[in-house]
């Protein structure tokens, strides 16, 4: 069963299935170390040349080529450890590697925070951007602190209620999500394209209304 990398220092001894993006390759003649990246950190992967295949593979490796690889999780030898890591203390023997995706050249490093690099390019290839650690840590932080403040309205007897809302069409990029009208015939309403002040003024109001009929039952 796949496990995440973070969950490999737990696993000495194991023999494990990972996947995830390449995050950089070293050739070291008959030792080839990939770092495997997913959404939990890093992981090192070691190809030895004796097996043939799998080191074969392992050259034609390029950055963010998705894989899948089976071995056995080994603790790395002591001048070679990692301890800025979570991971640094272990690295996977590979023995068994699937290519499910290749990738073409990058249009920009994203190893780095991505300071350096111009605005427009990064908001066009904004789905690689995301992939850099400093934006997914914006994710994660961001996650966090909507589900903290989830859980203590949820603590106070909030409820959450998603509606629709229905709105006056406004001319932008996006396609409207239209809705016909039953009282009159061939007119239509818009959802509204991207949430505004106002509807997410009502929709606190709404909740709020809800709140307090629920209390009074």
């Known amino acids: ?84 890591l979570p991971t640094g203390t272990v690295e996977i023997g590979v023995a068994k590697i699937e290519v499910l995706s290749q990738a073409e050249t990058l249009p920009f490093d994203i190893s ?43 603590g106070k007897g909030f409820i959450e209620i998603e509606t629709p809302y229905i709105s006056k069409s406004t001319p932008e990029g996006a396609r409207d999500y239209l809705i016909p009208s039953r009282q009159q015939p061939g007119k239509f309403y818009a959802m509204p394209q991207s949430p505004q002040p106002g509807v997410l003024e009502t929709k606190t109001q709404e909740v709020i209304v809800r709140q307090n009929l629920l209390n009074s039952i």
């Open 1 to 84: 069963m796949r496990i995440l990398s973070n969950e490999t220092p737990e696993k000495v001894g194991e023999e494990v299935e990972l996947s995830g993006w390449v995050d950089a390759r070293r050739d070291h003649g008959k030792l080839i170390f990939v770092d495997l990246r997913d959404r939990t950190g890093t992981i090192q992967l070691v190809f030895n040349a004796k097996d043939e295949v799998t080191y074969k593979v392992a050259e034609t490796l390029r950055p963010e080529w998705v894989i899948k690889v089976e071995g056995k999780v080994g603790e790395r030898p002591a001048g070679m450890r990692n301890d800025d």
């Open 112 to 154: 780095g925070d991505g300071y350096e690099i111009n605005e427009e390019i990064r908001m066009k290839y904004r789905y690689l951007d995301l992939r850099r650690k400093r934006l997914r840590n914006n994710l994660v932080a961001r996650h966090k602190l909507i589900n903290f403040a989830r859980q203590y309205f949820f």
